[in-house]
């Protein structure tokens, strides 16, 4: 199914989510922003048990789009006097916090640059896949702003303090090599290869337990949370994964010596 800038489609049990709007390396424009609430939507609703999200074309995700056609007058006016936080509240914002709060796992195939916002969207993949020629890019100091989108706060965690510290006041250009080494993705492919060996990661989460979904939230949750809030959060988990078919599908399969058929509740 098709949403203008976003193309949006499902195979078996696999939704691939393609940011579409390559004729500015997809960045986020207005209406590219519509169109992915609107896919959301759908993903939050339907059957899909794994989200792919890739861009097309050469890029990922540019970032913020400075030079949309598409903003109303009223919001050039407010980026002029300095009000970028308008945007980051009205959409950006709550468009990660969904993210990071879907049921189900996220796979990013990165198939280009990654700046900005986009990096972030990047980083939200539970596997994040990327190809040889992708790169990353904190931009923001080099238009003087300051990091957005939850990059404060997912990249010191993800490879420190100082790598961290480096990417945004030097907002230099990032190899997917050096990415890999660093941590900051799972796994590095060729550039033909990246789709296919997404889409095989993706089935292969899709064909799950309901638990991976229970899996996620507990290590998002854990970034937040002290040592005995997580032991209170593993057992309230463990409780609501072992009331599930899929429990009792993966015992039986134990038992029986035989590989699990799990179909996701």
């Known amino acids: 199914m098709e949403h203008g800038r976003i193309l949006l489609e499902t195979t078996g049990d696999v939704a691939v989510m393609t940011l579409n709007d390559p004729s500015v390396l997809n960045a986020f424009g207005r209406k590219l922003r519509e169109d992915m609430t609107v896919a959301m939507d759908r993903v939050e609703a339907g059957p899909a048990r794994c989200l792919v999200i890739t861009g097309a074309g050469r890029a990922f995700c540019s970032g913020a789009n400075l030079n949309d056609p598409d903003r109303a007058n009223r919001d050039r006016a407010a980026e002029a006097r300095g009000e970028a936080r308008s945007d980051l509240e009205a959409w950006y914002n709550p468009m990660f916090l969904r993210l990071r709060a879907l049921s189900i796992p996220i796979v990013t195939a990165i198939n280009g640059m990654a700046a900005g916002a986009g990096m972030s969207l990047a980083l939200t993949g539970d596997i994040r896949i990327a190809a040889r ?3 990353f890019l904190q931009a923001f100091a080099r238009i003087g702003l300051v990091p957005d989108c939850g990059s404060s706060w997912l990249l010191p965690r993800m490879i420190g303090m100082a790598r961290a510290m480096e990417l945004s006041l030097l907002a230099e250009r990032l190899p997917a090599e050096t990415a890999l080494s660093w ?4 796994r590095l492919e060729d ?16 064909a799950g337990p309901r638990s991976l979904g229970l899996i996620r939230q507990m290590y998002w949750e854990g970034m937040d949370n ?3 809030e997580q032991l209170d959060l593993e057992a309230k988990l463990q409780s609501q994964a072992g009331m599930t078919r899929d429990f009792e599908e993966g015992v039986a399969a134990f038992r029986e010596k035989r590989p699990a058929q799990f179909i996701g509740q």
């Not at 889409?199 to 989460?205: C, F, P």
């Open 183 to 186: 941590g900051l993705i799972n």
């Open 133 to 135: 020629s992708a790169s």
């Open 191 to 206: 550039d033909a290869a990246l789709m296919p060996k997404a889409m095989d990661m993706a089935r292969a989460l899709a």
């Open 226 to 228: 002290r040592y005995s």
